[in-house]
């Protein structure tokens, strides 16, 4: 089974996507990004993402794309692709999963997260100085929520593919990471629930 998980930054992927690992060994987790990374320095010697941008004309980086769902849809066994359903550009939005780049990956689900945009700043907040975040409002934050999900269903409808939202706005954590070990654990029983359905 193929799943792509998008949600906005800062709404814990990672985190996520450690709980998956920790509790099904044998999925494999992939990143986007870092396989475009991998084609670009191959192919270009890129040796970082803002120089894939920056230093790419635009159709040798849609090409770099392209590669790379090429090469994550060949995986074997199950595997989940983290990236985004959509990615913020001078005040607008750019589709992270176009239909040519959801069409070679042919997953079987987009699970897509959505959050409390109170929870994403309090995340964002923790990660100052690890990653290199814009400062965001709740506003733009529940905007772009919006924006993954039409970018999340316009996707599955090219790749010919489910939707799962998991939305925990009304649904306040009780302890650290409770959101990302629920989210986990609904990506692991859809895994499961796949496995049973193909024997």
């Known amino acids: 089974m193929k799943i792509v998980l998008v949600a906005v930054p800062g709404s814990g992927k990672s985190t996520t996507l450690k709980y998956v690992k920790e509790m099904l060994p044998d999925v494999t987790i992939v990143n986007y990004g870092d396989y475009m990374l991998e084609v670009a320095r191959r192919n270009y010697g890129i040796t ?6 920056k230093k790419l004309p635009v159709e040798e980086y849609r090409k770099v794309q392209e590669l790379a769902a ?4 060949r995986l074997s066994g199950d595997v ?7 990615i913020r550009v001078q005040g ?3 589709p992270g999963l176009p239909d040519r780049i959801i069409t070679k990956l042919r997953p079987d689900a987009i699970v897509l997260m959505e959050f409390d945009p109170k929870d994403i700043l309090e995340r964002r907040s923790k990660d ?13 934050i529940e905007l772009h929520q919006l ?6 269903f316009a996707a599955a409808n090219a790749g010919e593919c489910s939707v799962y ?3 925990f706005r009304k649904k306040p954590q009780t302890r650290p990471f409770e ?11 859809l895994i499961m629930r796949n496995r049973s359905a193909t024997k």
């Open 147 to 152: 924006a993954n999900r039409y970018y999340a």
């Open 80 to 86: 989940i692709i983290d990236t985004h359903a959509s």
């Open 70 to 73: 090429e090469e994550i849809a």
């Open 92 to 94: 607008g939005f750019y």
């Open 165 to 167: 939202i998991l939305d």
């Open 48 to 53: 970082n993402r803002d120089d894939m941008r």
């Open 128 to 140: 100052v100085g690890l990653r290199d975040r814009e400062a965001d409002t709740p506003e733009e």
């Open 179 to 189: 959101h990302a070990e629920m989210a986990a654990k609904f990506i692991v029983d």
